[in-house]
């Protein structure tokens, strides 16, 4: 079984401070997918990124980067330069890349950018 | 616009009633998914479909059923068996059925709040 752990229930960030989310997984799958995705205050669930298991590198988008540590089973969010609009809850998700892509999430953190 | 759309976005119903909330997409992507949402909590899969006429169950089916009829369409009922069905609930796609990649994850619709009075 999968599992996603989400150890930080808020955060509050200086508007144009760096910011880090936790994630730590659990599972038995040789090769998986990690993801990211944004949940405004209207609901809407916006993906961010994505980190394959065997990905050599980093996934970076934009001001968004993934800092993955596979040893330690963490895939943490890292955000540069916060801005007002990052203020929302953050997930994070793995599933198996082969298959379905059925998505287990985490419990969230909620990011306050503060002015 | 290319898009998911979900319907209605608030909706309330009795106990005992069964409620069928819309999903549908013009992306073409071949599968598709039903997530539920509780407050402060990340979300649980209900049922999948990688394919029209074909559905899976995810981790929480019970009190739940889909269809499959059209590939741009996923409708999901709450039956009178869902014993706590107020919830936020999600809806999504996603292109291919095979290996993930970056470019093929799944999207979202905007979800439909649901309220058992």
């Known amino acids: 079984a999968q599992k996603i752990t989400q150890t930080q229930p808020g955060m509050f960030v200086q508007e144009k401070e760096a910011v880090t989310l936790d994630c730590t997984y659990d599972?038995?799958?040789?090769?998986?997918?990690l993801f990211w995705y944004k949940q405004p205050s209207s609901g809407e669930m916006i993906f961010l990124i994505y980190?394959?298991?065997?990905?050599?590198q980093n996934a970076t988008e934009g001001r968004y980067s993934l800092n993955f540590q596979k040893a330690r089973k963490s895939a943490n969010l890292v955000i540069s330069a916060s801005q007002l609009g990052d203020s929302a809850m953050y997930f994070c998700?793995?599933?198996?890349?082969?298959?379905?892509?059925?998505?287990?999430f985490g419990q969230g953190t909620r990011l306050t950018i503060n002015p | 616009d290319g898009g998911i759309t979900q319907s209605p976005k608030y909706l309330f119903r009795k106990e005992g009633q069964n409620v069928t909330l819309s999903c549908e997409q013009n992306?073409?992507?071949?599968?598709m998914y039903w997530y539920r949402q509780d407050p402060g909590q990340g979300l649980r899969l209900i049922y999948y479909?990688?394919?029209?006429?074909?559905?899976q169950k995810g981790d929480i089916a019970e009190g739940y059923s889909v269809s499959r009829e059209k590939k741009e369409s996923f409708p999901l009922t709450v039956t009178s068996a869902q014993k706590n069905p107020t919830a936020f609930y999600l809806c999504?796609?996603?292109?291919?059925?095979?290996?993930?990649?970056?470019?093929?994850?799944?999207?979202f619709g905007p979800g439909t709040r649901l309220t058992v009075l």
């Open positions: 479909s990688q394919i029209v006429n074909d559905f």
């Open positions: 998700a793995m599933g198996s890349i082969q298959g379905a892509q059925k998505l287990v």
């Open positions: 999504a796609s996603r292109g291919g059925t095979g290996a993930l990649t970056s470019t093929d994850t799944q999207y």
């Open positions: 992306l073409n992507h071949d599968a």
């Open positions: 599972t038995s799958d040789p090769s998986y997918g």
């Open positions: 980190q394959g298991s065997y990905d050599q």
